[in-house]
């Protein structure tokens, strides 16, 4: 048993390169934390700095709450398995499983039986015999995995342990790993890039991005309640549908949300109304997902977006239709930046508390935005709207590089309905995500 505590870590190679910045994390006794995140993001940097592989730039790793910095691999109590397997190859299988405690000493006969426990645990029991290179993909990361909880270590440290097998192969070991790792109590630091690795076999998820921490909790958790634009993008298949809005309060009413040619209205008494009207005149970025959206009859009223398709995918049990609502997407990057389509529309502003951004009412009670007709000058000596060019996700310059949205929206397998058919969907307006300029979720009462 053991826990891991990570105090401001961060880690700069020579070229000066950050692959960690300033990261805190702590994995309790007996969890199985995934770190998850693209390639490059940092992750297995992560796992080298617990292992004693690399040394923090600055910051603390504790283990079991002793400062561990200057810990010796050998002395830490951990067992790492790698994504090459690295298995000795003129080794036998149970040569190669009982190597760690041949080196610690332990006499033949206790070995051997401590083999043939761990083997036959991981079903690879009749092939101890074999070498490396007789076994299959899946036999050989099972011999790997042997060959660390032979050690009974107190923390497993795992690489991206299934990246090289066959799809079909790593959904089997995906539920051996979990089930094994809960079985032993063993607490768990796992890498991937692989979300499906992540929400299925985690106690919680850490999600990283260009070496920083952006989002953790329980999958329900970073699922359903992504903390960043970045983590909102990165989870779900299909992706969340992200969205330009401009947002309009009217008072005591609705809080009208406009994308384009279509707009939604988040009610008053809604919870997250109070949080989103602090935007009053500005853009935002709406989430929804798949299957937030149903299609419904095009005559139906509500809150319901209207389009045609623009293309169809079928995958068999289901079918995905991509809509065009006359609305402009927000891409984010997969490797951890902004898509350069979006990278050069910046400058949404951030101008206060709902207060400040009142000037006047309209007689249906509109508040209407700072830098219009009906308010002339600055808030609080601050610049209108067109005053500052922040940061953000958007901006007046660059319109054309922006990208139509393409609604992703769940059918039924091959459906009736082919290219340039319209359709209208019905959206749960409960399940929409919403997110500041600066990728920030905008939101209350926070899990």
């Known amino acids: 048993m053991a826990t891991v505590a990570l105090k401001d870590v961060t880690k700069i190679f020579g070229d000066g390169t950050v692959a960690v910045d300033n990261l805190n994390l702590d994995v309790g006794d007996g969890e199985f934390m995934v770190l998850l995140g693209p390639s490059g993001c940092g992750k297995s940097t992560v796992l080298r700095m617990v292992a004693g592989l690399e040394d923090p730039t600055a910051g603390a790793i504790l283990l079991d709450g002793e400062l561990a910095n200057d810990l010796a691999p050998r002395d830490r109590r951990i067992a790492m398995v790698f994504q090459d397997f690295a298995l000795y190859p003129h080794m036998t299988v149970g040569d190669n499983i009982g190597f760690p405690l041949r080196l610690s000493g332990v006499e033949s006969g206790t070995r051997g039986e401590r083999v043939a426990d761990v083997a036959s645990a991981l079903g690879i029991g009749d092939v101890l015999a074999r070498r490396p290179s007789q076994l299959s993909g899946g036999q050989r990361?099972?011999?790997?995995?042997?060959?660390?909880?032979?050690r009974r270590p107190g923390l497993f440290l795992m690489d991206e342990p299934l990246s090289n097998l066959d799809s079909g192969l790593r959904a089997e070991l995906r539920a051996e790993i979990s089930g094994l790792t809960r079985e032993l109590g063993v607490t768990t630091l796992?890498?991937?890039?692989?979300?499906?690795?992540?929400?299925?076999?985690?106690?919680?998820?850490a999600i990283m991005r260009r070496g920083i921490l952006q989002d953790v909790g329980t999958p329900t958790q970073v699922y359903g309640r992504p903390a960043t634009l970045y983590v909102a993008a990165f989870l779900g298949a299909p992706r969340m549908n992200l969205l330009e809005a401009q947002v309009y309060v009217h008072l005591d009413r609705h809080i009208a949300l406009h994308m384009g040619e279509q707009t939604l209205y988040l009610p008053w008494n809604d919870i997250r109304a109070r949080a989103v009207a602090h935007y009053h005149g500005e853009r935002i970025v709406i989430g929804m997902r798949a299957e937030a959206l149903t299609p419904v009859p095009m005559d139906t009223d509500g809150d319901v977006l209207r389009g045609r398709i623009r293309y169809l995918e079928h995958h068999g049990h289901e079918s995905l239709a991509f809509l065009d609502i006359g609305?402009?997407?927000?891409?984010?990057?997969?490797?951890?930046?902004?898509?350069?389509?979006?990278?050069?529309?910046?400058?949404?502003?951030?101008?206060?508390?709902?207060?400040?951004?009142?000037?006047?009412r309209g007689g249906d009670g509109e508040l209407v935005p700072a830098g219009t007709a009906a308010h002339n000058g600055h808030h609080n000596g601050r610049p209108g709207p067109g005053g500052r060019n922040n940061s953000g996700v958007f901006s007046d310059a660059g319109r054309h590089h922006r990208r139509p949205a393409e609604l992703a929206v769940r059918l039924a397998p091959y459906p009736q309905v082919t290219n340039g058919h319209p359709l209208a969907v019905a959206v749960r307006m409960e399940a929409l995500h919403f997110f500041d300029d600066r990728g920030a979720r905008i939101d209350v009462g926070w899990r």
């Open 141 to 150: 990361q099972r011999v790997a995995m042997g060959r660390a909880i032979v």
């Open 190 to 205: 796992y890498v991937t890039h692989d979300q499906a690795e992540a929400l299925t076999m985690a106690d919680r998820v």
């Open 327 to 360: 609305a402009y997407a927000v891409i984010v990057d997969d490797v951890g930046g902004t898509a350069p389509e979006v990278a050069e529309t910046r400058g949404l502003r951030r101008l206060g508390g709902l207060v400040r951004r009142m000037a006047s």
